[in-house]
T-cell receptor, first 113, second 113 residues
Framework: NAGVTQTPKFRILKIGQSMTLQCAQD?????MYWYRQDPGMGLKLIYY???????DKGEVPNGYNVSRSTTEDFPLRLELAAPSQTSVYFC????????????FGPGTRLTVT | DAKTTQPPSMDCAEGRAANLPCNHS???????VYWYRQIHSQGPQYIIH???NNETNEMASLIITEDRKSSTLILPHATLRDTAVYYC??????????????FGKGTKLSVKP
């Protein structure tokens, strides 16, 4: 299993541009999450999904959109990028069960200038 | 806000046990103690979790006090590769919104040769 994969690894955007961060998992997990991590800080939840077709907002959803058309994929869309969105973005997934441990992708480092 | 308190940093000699403390005095009866670590800006990695009994796996041991207000993560023989930020998180075991991992700033563990 590849686990959780994210693309791209790095991206520089100009203010006002848009982009989609890709996330895929091959573990057939129900739950998927998007977090952002600002320098020196912990992770904050942007959006999550409990299954295909179902998404919901986390703590910091403004400026982002998500979709979940398949179990495997959970893309994050940035519209009208702003410098405040400069961060490292992590995707994670987990499965229903006793442990509910989350598996994280390697992250996408985004700079908006 | 994170419901846990951890020291910001700790040092440990290579080959010695690393004992990382965590206070969670407001933990609820149905909340577990989870530990994750993040090695140099990689995605966080699950280590271990427990409810009230001590737990051990191939990576670490978790000791939870009888009143559940604090816990200690033990890495029995720390190596240089264990240098990372360690996060103690209390949460119910679940997906969806319950899966939101509320990260504090964690403890930066430096393992020295």
């Amino acid at each position: 299993n590849a686990g959780v994969t994210q693309t791209p690894k790095f991206r520089i955007l100009k203010i006002g541009q848009s982009m989609t961060l890709q996330c895929a998992q091959d573990m057939n997990h129900n739950y998927m999450y998007w977090y952002r991590q600002d320098p020196g800080m912990g992770l904050k939840l942007i959006y999550y999904s409990v299954g295909a077709g179902i998404t919901d907002k986390g703590e910091v959803p403004n400026g982002y959109n998500v979709s979940r058309s398949t179990t495997e994929d959970f893309p994050l869309r940035l519209e009208l990028a702003a410098p405040s969105q400069t961060s490292v973005y992590f995707c994670a997934s987990t499965q229903r069960g006793e442990r509910y441990e989350q598996y994280f992708g390697p992250g996408t480092r985004l700079t908006v200038t | 806000d994170a419901k846990t308190t951890q020291p910001p940093s700790m040092d440990c000699a290579e080959g010695r046990a690393a004992n990382l403390p965590c206070n969670h005095s407001t933990i609820s009866g149905n909340e577990y103690v989870y530990w994750y670590r993040q090695i140099h800006s990689q995605g966080p990695q699950y280590i271990i979790h427990g409810l009230k009994n001590n737990e051990t796996n191939e990576m670490a041991s978790l000791i939870i006090t009888e009143d559940r207000k604090s816990s200690t993560l033990i890495l029995p023989h720390a190596t240089l590769r264990d240098t990372a930020v360690y996060y103690c998180i209390v949460r119910v075991a679940g997906g969806g919104s319950q899966g939101n991992l509320i990260f504090g700033k964690g403890t930066k563990l430096s393992v020295k040769p």
